[in-house]
């Protein structure tokens, strides 16, 4: 079996250059995160601010770290993930940007935030749809406290090659519509696009974010689900 150093360096021979890796290390060790670290792993991406809080307390040594929340986030949990996390893939909903940018203001902070699209129908995600989102650009648009740097998305399960495709390019094109539209506070340069089943579509997409855990560190454990699910 490879090690974890060795598939590392075999997903980035498949990676370009302008695609960021993300390990995403929900119940991974903190031993096999310093294995990642030490493979050159500058990215981690967590799913749980408790969870994150205990590895980041145990990894406070590894300075050059950016800490990635890709779980859904509750909004009781807002003002914890702003000390935790330099970026926020899983900005759902105006509520919680509104919210975020009011505990930015307050923690003089200014953190890089994702936007989560859901372009289908799927009760296992959340996020905006394509007429929700246009509809709430004027209001995140004031949102002056964050850095929306671009949008997130996660596609549904049952989907053959073909369509995924089809769903990361949809996510790109909406992304240069709003990019297009000049606002001064949304840029959409980034995409956050494909884990370890997908991620070769989302590169194919032009994603310049890949978030990839069991590909990396193997299968987690089973457990029960939460309302901070993994992305």
Avoid at 55 to 72: C, F, P, Y
Avoid at 84 to 95: A, E, G, P, R, T
Avoid at 120 to 130: A, H, R, V
Avoid at 146 to 170: A, K, S
Wanted: include cysteine; aromatic fraction near 6%.
């Amino acid at each position: 079996m490879s090690s974890i150093a060795e598939r590392i360096a075999q997903i980035r021979k498949e990676l370009p250059d302008t695609v960021r890796l993300i390990a995403v290390t929900k119940q991974v060790s903190v031993a096999a995160m310093r294995e990642a670290y030490a493979a050159g792993v500058r990215d981690f991406g967590e799913s749980r601010v408790q969870e994150a809080a205990s590895k980041q307390a145990q990894l406070h040594d590894l300075t050059d770290v950016t800490w990635h929340m890709i779980g859904r986030l509750q909004a009781n949990k807002a003002k914890k993930a702003l000390e935790l996390f330099q970026w926020i893939h899983s900005v759902d909903s105006l509520k919680l940007a509104q919210r975020l940018n009011q505990l930015a203001i307050q923690e003089s902070c200014q953190p890089k935030i994702c936007l989560q699209v859901k372009l289908q129908s799927d009760p296992n995600k959340t996020g905006w749809t394509i007429p929700e989102l246009l509809n709430d650009l004027p209001a995140l648009n004031q949102c002056e406290r964050l850095n929306i740097q671009g949008l997130m998305t996660i596609p549904p399960l049952g989907l053959n090659d073909v369509e995924i495709l089809n769903f990361f390019n949809q996510t790109r094109a909406l992304a240069i519509n709003i990019r297009e539209q000049h606002w001064s506070n949304l840029q959409m340069q980034q995409l956050s696009m494909g884990m370890s089943n997908d991620y070769y579509l989302a590169v194919q997409a032009g994603t310049t974010m890949v978030r990839l855990g069991r590909i990396l560190f193997g299968a987690r454990p089973t457990v029960p689900n939460t309302t901070e699910s993994e992305s």
